[in-house]
């Protein structure tokens, strides 16, 4: 399975970017999606997931209220929208793909995109 992230960038903060990911699974809907981001010099810290049926999304808390995870199955894609985009956003934000249910563990995780650069200026 191939994952392909794309739609980060530059943006002042308070503004808003909507990132996608396309996969290449044959059985999209088997998989749990999340994304996940990575900021220089730390781990890899859990975004957001949704199941494969797109129900029950759920978000880490520092973007609850600020993000929404989604995803159209008829396109093999999933999408993460963030709004009040804060400088403590920027990092390079990963997709990732989990057979069967989801979870916040990237260990856990079957699949990974390449990453998508997001940066936010104050």
């Known amino acids: 399975v191939q994952l392909q992230a794309s739609g980060g960038g530059l943006v002042q903060a308070g503004g808003s970017l909507r990132l996608s990911c396309v996969s290449s699974a044959r059985w999209f809907t088997s998989y749990g999606m999340g994304w996940f981001r990575q900021a220089a010099g730390k781990e890899r810290e859990f975004v957001a997931a949704?199941?494969?049926?797109?129900?029950?999304?759920y978000y880490a808390d520092s973007v609850k209220g600020r993000f929404t995870i989604s995803r159209d199955n008829a396109k093999k894609t999933v999408y993460l929208e963030m709004n009040s985009l804060k400088p403590g956003d920027t990092a390079v934000y990963y997709c990732?793909?989990?057979?069967?249910?989801?979870?916040?563990?990237?260990?856990?995780?079957?699949?990974w995109g390449q990453g998508t650069q997001v940066t936010v200026s104050s």
């Open positions: 990732a793909a989990k057979l069967g249910s989801t979870s916040t563990v990237a260990a856990e995780y079957n699949y």
């Open positions: 949704i199941t494969g049926g797109g129900g029950s999304p």
